[in-house]
């Protein structure tokens, strides 16, 4: 059965979930505009890198639907299923290279679990396909600790004051869409969170191996990442401190990355994000990013540099400002550093004038400049390329309306 016809039948059953017993998380945003050069919405991401500053710079329409329902009560937990729902047309594709028009409906997320396990110190049994445990920079959206998948595992168990997770997962072209048709990889998941360092700050450790099932020319890898949480940082808000290194197929999120990759592949990461309501009406975000892939093969090798930051200032209880900075530069190891930079300033109706108060609407203008470098890595049809939107110019912008909301 297609994809889209199991999660038309989830969809369909809903209903008949008893209503008491359902757990309901949604998220919706949808975008709408016109650029410079006389078409519709323009979205500015440059290549080689994995994220783009997010507001007022994405396209089309996204939404998620999560049902969770309880399915027995026991003595040791309680036995809970999901199921995820997710709607979107291909302008809202990350993948440059998926053709434009239609749809997509799919379902990222069905399993089940066994939660507050008495037995086990409240910890969690889990199988199926889940997102799990993943970690984000919200003003670009980059998933940059990802090990999400199809498997199952053991999630919480405390020791001492310590919570240690190990998950088991099985990745195919149909989990991660780099592999081969036929390739397969077998994922070891280890995390340890919850490790007290100093007041307010804690350490959280993750550990990926992964054995690649594909043949002479597929292999395997690991990631290792390190994590520092700090709360109240200059006394407001939540700083993000990440060091990560990868091999192999490990050099990725956390997840399986591309089993054509030997051990010679190596990517480094560090990473700091902060966030924080500073005041009742000021509040913010900030990023900075180095990455660096280094390989015997120089068509891999490159590095990726980012720095941004979002802001919001509530006028009034229901009307905000917001603003929005970022600058990427990908150097590879032959050739030119490709650079862009996004400028997008909005004013927004919202529920409140909190930084994240949802829903919002949004009035936005986005201006986007870059290189030559960036116009010649573009892909085809890419706004950024000689052949895109804005042709051979180094500069464009877009006038749009923005809704985002999540229940």
């Given amino acids: 059965m297609r994809m ?4 038309a039948a989830l969809l369909a059953l ?3 979930f008893p209503a008491a017993a359902l757990d309901i998380d949604q998220y919706l945003r949808a975008h709408a505009g016109v650029n410079s050069a006389s078409g519709g919405q323009t979205c500015f991401g440059l290549a080689g890198a994995e994220a783009k500053y997010r507001l007022g710079n994405e396209c089309g329409v996204y939404g998620e639907l999560l049902l969770g329902q309880r399915l027995l009560d026991s003595a040791d937990g309680q036995v809970k299923g999901y199921a995820m729902l997710n709607l979107g047309n291909r302008a809202a594709s990350s993948n440059a290279a998926r053709p434009q028009g239609g749809w997509d409906v799919g379902l990222p997320q069905a399993y089940v679990a066994i939660e507050n396990m008495s037995s086990l110190g409240g910890a969690t049994l889990w199988a199926g396909r889940r997102y799990y445990k993943r970690e984000s920079m919200h003003l670009t959206d980059f998933m940059y600790w990802n090990p999400s998948g199809l498997g199952g595992g053991i999630e919480n168990v405390r020791v001492g004051g310590l919570q240690v997770s190990y998950a088991f997962l099985h990745d195919d072209r149909e989990t991660m869409p780099n592999m081969q048709v036929g390739d397969t990889a077998s994922r070891h998941d280890f995390q340890l969170r919850g490790w007290q360092v ?5 350490l959280e450790l993750g550990l990926t191996l992964i054995h690649g099932n594909g043949g002479e020319q597929r292999h395997g890898g690991s990631m290792i990442t390190v994590q520092h949480r700090q709360k109240n940082v200059f006394g407001a808000g939540d700083n993000r401190l990440v060091l990560q290194w990868g091999t192999g197929a490990g050099a990725d999120n956390g997840a399986t990355g591309d089993t054509a990759n030997g051990s010679d592949v190596h990517r480094l990461r560090i990473m700091d994000g902060w966030q924080a309501q500073v ?10 990013l180095w990455q660096r892939d280094t390989a015997h093969d120089p068509a891999k090798e490159k590095t ?3 720095a941004g930051g979002r802001m919001s200032y509530g006028v009034t209880d229901h009307v905000k400002l917001l603003a929005d900075i ?3 530069r990908v150097a590879p190891k032959h050739g030119d550093a490709r650079r862009l930079t996004k400028f997008t300033g909005a004013v927004a109706l919202s529920s409140g004038r909190r930084y994240f108060d949802r829903p919002e609407l949004r009035l936005f203008f986005t201006h986007a400049r870059w290189n030559a470098a960036a116009r010649a890595a573009a892909a085809s049809g890419d706004p950024l390329s000689a052949g895109g939107i804005f042709g051979t110019a180094f500069r464009g912008s877009t006038v749009g309306l923005a809704f985002e909301n999540n229940w």
């Fill in 198 to 202: 100093n007041p307010g700050g804690s």
């Fill in 279 to 288: 005041t009742p009406r000021f509040g913010g975000e900030l990023l900075l």
């Fill in 326 to 328: 970022g600058h990427d």
């Fill in 304 to 306: 990726w540099a980012s």
């Fill in 4 to 7: 889209k016809h199991i999660a």
């Fill in 14 to 16: 809903a209903p008949a």
